[in-house]
Nanobody, 121 residues
Framework: VQLQASGGGLVQAGGSLRLSCAAS????????IGWFRQAPGKERDFVAR????????YYTDSVKGRFTISRDNANKMAYLQMNSLKPEDTAVYFC???????????????WGQGTLVTVSS
């Protein structure tokens, strides 16, 4: 599966953005989808993941209650709705696909190219 993330941009603190992850290939629904982020000079960190059918989601503590991950298997899309954004959310955001649930980047074999989110104070 090939992935392409989009939807990043510049937003003020407290604002919202919706990231999209478009997939190509015939096996999108076989994969867990995860969102990760990487701030300048830092490691790539787990943000959220969603199960094959969308029934199970999991978030890192810092985004719980603010971010929502979802997917549309019919259209091979995944999304990350980000509300109440904070300056510390500034990072390049990546979507990725894995055959099982994980929060570890190395478990994800397929990655999109990343989209930059900048939150100004």
């Amino acid at each position: 599966v090939q992935l392409q993330a989009s939807g990043g941009g510049l937003v003020q603190a407290g604002g919202s953005l919706r990231l999209s992850c478009a997939a190509s290939g015939h096996t999108f629904s076989n994969y867990y989808i995860g969102w990760f982020r990487q701030a300048p000079g830092k490691e790539r960190d787990f943000v959220a993941r969603i199960s094959h059918g969308g029934g199970t989601t999991y978030y890192t503590d810092s985004v719980k209650g603010r971010f929502t991950i979802s997917r549309d298997n019919a259209n091979k899309m995944a999304y990350l709705q980000m509300n109440s954004l904070k300056p510390e959310d500034t990072a390049v955001y990546f979507c990725a696909a894995a055959p099982f649930h994980s929060t570890i980047p190395r478990d994800y074999a397929h990655w999109g190219q990343g989209t930059l989110v900048t939150v100004s104070s």
